[in-house]
């Protein structure tokens, strides 16, 4: 599958059913001594957020810091889908905390988001969309499967595959998401067919009470909110069925690497102990309703570290495919292709922006 097989691509669908929250919990992460990251020295003063930080003897002083706190490099958001580096200093230092914040995020984010344009709920649940063509290209015939979509946000697509006659599970660690998914399963006449938890991803298999499924999905913007990659790859290891698949399509990670305005590699390619931290004022949808809960927290994997995690946990790859677009600007410099996608143009290089994989079970 080298591109989208749909050439009347919506991409407000598209888009709209693919940006999803992630979770944390506690922290299971190699520290890599060869890919260092350099701290704030002594003496440094910073000032993000008109809160004012000092270092000293690599702690933290003043503004929300904890006593003894290790005073690390931190990257702000300057918007939607964009980071810039800040000279700042991480601030909450323990990854519950760094849980909590991003909850209180996407709880935020989740009031905003059945609201836009961007997701189309009303038109969603008019329309009765089901997958996109790309999925049931790598999925088939999924009538009858138990399927199960982690990091869910509001379900849509969760239950666009409960359309096509799945048993779908939806987890998520948003409770005010988890909500509203029930609640668009109701008006959808889905009820039947569709289940949702509310529980960290890093937990679910214990939230799930041991079962498994014949599919596991995890689509566009799940993994960069996970602080350990192998982590979650032994919870999706235990989770999918004997015969089962796993089906993932999310950004690619030296997409996520690049600098926002310009061509070149200005963050870590690989996964790191310590995360990005963000404080975007808005959320990625149309909506210009500022967030009131704005500190996230993310981390990179590079496609080494993702496949190699799958294997460890059981798991066989069938295919990878690099894509050379997205389904969102991502970048400034990107251009809307005529099937909807966004890719570099004719002047620029082509670079991977997204991948998928499908990984599946012995029997």
């Known amino acids: 599958m080298l591109g989208i097989a749909d050439a009347h691509l919506d991409v407000a669908q598209d888009l709209g059913g693919e940006v999803h ?13 060869d890919r260092a990251i350099a701290r704030p020295q002594p003496g440094d003063v910073h000032e993000p957020s008109g809160e004012r930080f000092e270092v000293r003897d690599d702690r933290v002083v003043g503004g929300a810091s904890e006593p003894n706190n290790p005073a690390t490099p931190a990257f702000i958001s300057s918007g939607l889908g964009t980071r810039r580096h800040a000279s700042a200093v991480t601030t909450v230092a323990r990854v519950d905390d760094r849980l909590a914040a991003n909850r209180a995020n996407w709880d935020d984010r989740t009031e905003i988001h059945l609201r836009s344009q961007f997701y189309d709920v009303e038109g969603w649940l008019r329309e009765e969309r089901g997958p996109r063509p790309r999925e049931t ?61 509310c529980a960290d991803v890093l937990h679910a298999a214990d939230a799930l009470a041991g079962g498994t499924f014949d599919v596991v999905y995890v689509s566009l913007g799940a993994l960069t909110w996970l602080p350990s990659v192998d982590a979650w790859a032994e919870q999706v290891g235990a989770l999918v069925a004997p015969g089962g698949r796993v089906y993932v399509h999310d950004g690619h990670p030296l997409a996520w690497a690049l600098a926002d305005d310009r061509l070149c590699i200005e963050h870590t390619y690989f996964e790191e102990s310590e995360p990005f931290a963000d ?85």
């Open 279 to 363: 404080e975007a004022v808005t959320t990625y949808t149309d909506s210009g309703r500022a967030l009131v809960n704005r500190t996230t927290f993310e981390w990179n994997h590079g496609i080494g570290e993702i496949v190699t995690a799958l294997l460890r946990h059981g798991l066989r790859l069938e295919w990878l495919t690099e894509h050379d677009w997205t389904v969102w600007p991502r970048f400034p410099w990107l251009v809307q292709r005529d099937d909807g996608a966004w890719t570099a143009p004719p002047s620029m290089p082509r670079l991977p922006l997204t991948f998928s994989l499908l990984a599946s079970r012995p029997r």
């Open 21 to 33: 929250c992630g979770a944390l919990d506690q922290l299971r992460c190699e520290v890599h001594a």
């Open 137 to 197: 290209e790598a999925l088939g015939d999924v009538s009858g499967l138990r399927l199960l979509h982690l990091q869910c946000h509001f379900g849509l697509d969760t239950l666009a595959f409960a359309r096509v006659g799945a048993e779908v599970t939806g987890l998520d660690f948003s409770e005010t998401a988890i909500d509203a998914a029930r609640d668009i399963a109701r008006r959808a006449g889905l009820e039947d067919r569709s289940t949702f938890v």
